[in-house]
């Protein structure tokens, strides 16, 4: 099992550009998660999804959109990239809500 | 809300004792977990608690009061490897189901 993975690890983009992460869990977890973390921030939730084909807000959204159109991968979406938005963004999966996060390597992602 | 209060740095010695203190204030509490980060790699979870008292697990314990909002991570016989974060996260019940909610990490320098 590879648990859960993330492309692409590493990303610049300029201000405005897109770009959408990919996260992929084989865990059959029903929960996924993008989070960013910022020094001295700690993790922040972005969005998650209970399921295929749902999602939701978490405590940071604005500026992503997300997308679960499979169990198995959530994407996050930058539609237009802003220095504020530079971070590492980690994806977690669990298979119920509230249950252990197992979290990817993590996307580091440098807007300029 | 939620607020999670752990210390920002701590250094201790190789082959001793180290205890990382988390204080919490939730509405819905129903559990607390803690996860390892080495530098620029993913949280990895370690250990959880959602009755008062102590988890053993190895060289690490952790330990619950939830009358007192207040948990801490014990790590035994500290090794070099230890040098991480340690990131609290608190779970708690809302409208939405269960959330979790991380705190800013403590980090931990292992010396010789």
């Known amino acids: 099992n590879a648990g859960v993975t993330q492309t692409p690890k590493f990303r610049v983009l300029k201000t405005g550009q897109s770009m959408t992460l990919l996260c992929a869990q084989d865990?059959?977890?029903?929960?996924m998660y993008w989070y960013r973390q910022d020094p001295g921030m700690g993790l922040r939730l972005i969005h998650y999804?209970?399921?295929?084909?749902?999602?939701a807000k978490g405590e940071v959204p604005d500026g992503y959109n997300v997308s679960r159109l499979k169990k198995q991968n959530f994407l996050l979406g930058l539609e237009s990239a802003a220095p504020s938005q530079t971070s590492v963004y980690f994806c977690?999966?669990?298979?119920?809500?509230?249950?252990?996060?197992?979290f990817g390597p993590g996307t580091r992602l440098l807007v300029l | 809300g939620q607020n999670i209060d752990q210390p920002t740095e701590m250094t201790a010695t190789e082959g001793a004792i180290v205890q990382i203190n988390c204080t919490y204030q939730t509405s819905g509490f129903n559990g607390l977990f803690w996860y390892q980060q080495h530098a620029g790699e993913a949280p990895t979870f370690l250990s959880y608690n959602v009755l008062d008292g102590l988890e053993e697990k190895g060289r690490f314990s952790s330990f619950l009061s939830r009358s007192k909002g207040y948990s801490y991570l014990l790590l035994k016989e500290l090794q070099m490897k230890d040098s991480a974060s340690y990131l609290c996260?608190?779970?708690?019940?809302?409208?939405?189901?269960?959330?979790?909610?991380f705190g800013t990490g403590t980090q931990l320098k292992v010396e010789l």
């Open positions: 999804s209970v399921g295929e084909g749902t999602t």
């Open positions: 996260a608190v779970r708690a019940i809302t409208g939405g189901g269960n959330k979790l909610t």
């Open positions: 865990m059959n977890h029903e929960y």
């Open positions: 977690a999966s669990s298979y119920l809500g509230g249950e252990t996060q197992y």
